[in-house]
């Protein structure tokens, strides 16, 4: 039987909009777009020019630092356009789609043959080495470090998350194949984590793992918590971060000797007429998901992932590449109330004990209600944030540069993601998230 660590603090926001667990079709566009941005800590370098026709699975362009680190192509077609921003940093490879994918062939390869080497060259190779990320720094792993250990996140509990055994029904071949080739990975230990209410075979059987259960309210899904609960991560040391939906993308490699990046992706939110769940190619057009499916009522978010971390997107945008969960709320700008500060609305929805909170679901729009202001000490992100970390005292020392301080308060344990309820909570109107990053970035910079 699996350990079980529970998790008091955090908080669950009842949004409405929960993803029904039904299949309701395939998404496609004509074209599709890779946004480097997506793949934190790396300098894209193109391999490919405009009109250069691609098979899915060749690489479009390839890291700086890493030359052997490729970032693949989700469809075969023609490459159209590649737009740059300032100082020509690339902001999206577009590729016009073929109506039928033709795959670049890798070949089926069994794991058990195959040494850890050869198993990290697939994968640098084939262009989906961007799933593994590390800590420190939530980068995209460094190829050259080999990890103490690697950690697996079997469940997600964000807002309107999707289910991962839902996702994963069918697919648990892929899922511990991936898993095998991570085992052989690290001399370490591969930390597989599950939810008490995990009921899929795949994740509940995995071989070559340590299972531990993690109950409790948001973030009990997310990496950070369970590195924290599990083997903290110290100075000089690295470990790799992935989610049980990446490890697919490694198991179909090796399983069908193709890159197939299609992702079981959830449409959520209070503003989607009939949610459920659809296959998406990662960087496909997402006009067809929302059309008619949308309610028209007002100003409207729309949101590739969740809406603690996700990204903001129009309503024509793309699926990111890390996301397996679409969301839709109000923007919340064409709203206004006089005194609306002073409110008792049963509509109102408060982390504290603003407002009245009634046992329901609640329709919240993007709103920040309120501008930025001086941090205000009141213990308020300790009630929300499960790490033994103080989380006041970190983002204080990362404003002030104080690199030293960060390191002896937990920087190298620690994403942006991790704050994103304590950001949510904060009184103060904070970029938490932002803020974090910055951090992380100029701690990378000093440090290697």
Not at 306 to 334: C, F, M
Not at 396 to 417: C, H, R, T
């Amino acid at each position: 039987m699996a350990n079980r660590i529970k998790i008091k603090k955090g908080l669950q926001i009842p949004l409405l909009g929960k993803p029904e667990e039904t299949f309701r079709g395939e998404i496609t566009s004509e074209y599709v777009q890779v946004c480097p941005e997506d793949f934190q800590g790396i300098t894209p370098k193109l391999k490919v020019k405009v009109g250069d026709t691609v098979k899915a699975g060749q690489a479009l362009f390839f890291s700086k630092m890493y030359p052997d680190m490729m970032f693949a192509s989700p469809a075969s077609g023609t490459v159209t356009a590649i737009d740059r921003g300032e100082k020509r940093r690339i902001l999206n490879v577009t590729v016009k789609a073929d109506r039928e994918n033709v795959y670049e062939d890798y070949g089926k390869k069994e794991i058990a043959t195959l040494s850890a080497e050869e198993i990290k060259k697939a994968l640098l190779n084939a262009g989906i080495w961007f799933v593994i990320k590390q800590r420190p720094y939530d980068v995209v792993a460094n190829p050259g470090k080999e990890p103490r250990d690697i950690f697996v996140t079997g469940f997600d509990t964000a807002p309107l998350a999707p289910s991962y055994d839902f996702i994963l029904k069918g697919q648990e071949a892929d899922l511990q194949t991936g898993l095998n080739a991570l085992a052989k990975l690290t001399k370490g230990k591969v930390y597989l984590s599950i939810s008490p209410n995990t009921k899929n075979e795949g994740l509940r059987n995995a071989k070559n793992v340590t299972i531990t259960e993690f109950e409790g309210p948001h973030p009990a899904g997310n990496t950070g918590v369970q590195i924290n609960h599990l083997a903290p991560v110290n100075r000089g040391e690295t470990v790799w971060t992935l989610n049980a939906l990446d490890v697919l993308f490694i198991g179909r490699l090796f399983n069908k000797g193709v890159v197939d990046l299609t992702r079981t992706v959830a449409l959520t939110g209070s503003e989607i007429k009939q949610t459920g769940y659809y296959k998406i190619l990662i960087g496909t057009q997402l006009t067809k998901l929302f059309a008619g499916n949308v309610s028209g009522k007002g100003n409207l978010r729309h949101i590739s992932g969740n809406v603690l971390t996700g990204t903001k997107i129009t309503g024509d945008g793309v699926l990111r590449a890390n996301h397996s969960q679409v969301t839709v709320i109000p923007e919340g700008d064409d709203v206004h109330e006089a005194f609306g500060w002073a409110s008792v609305s049963p509509k109102r929805y408060s982390a504290g004990a603003t407002y009245l909170q009634l046992k329901k679901a609640y329709r919240l729009d993007a709103r920040l209600m309120g501008g930025p202001r001086a941090i205000i000490v009141s213990n308020e992100y300790d009630k929300v944030f499960p790490m033994d970390i103080f989380p006041e005292q970190l983002i204080k020392s990362i404003l002030a540069f104080n690199i030293d301080k960060m390191e002896q308060l937990g920087i190298y344990e620690v994403a942006p993601e991790d704050f994103a309820l304590c950001e949510f909570v904060d009184t103060s109107k904070l970029e938490l998230q932002r803020i974090v990053r910055t951090g992380l970035d100029m701690l990378r910079k000093e440090m290697e």
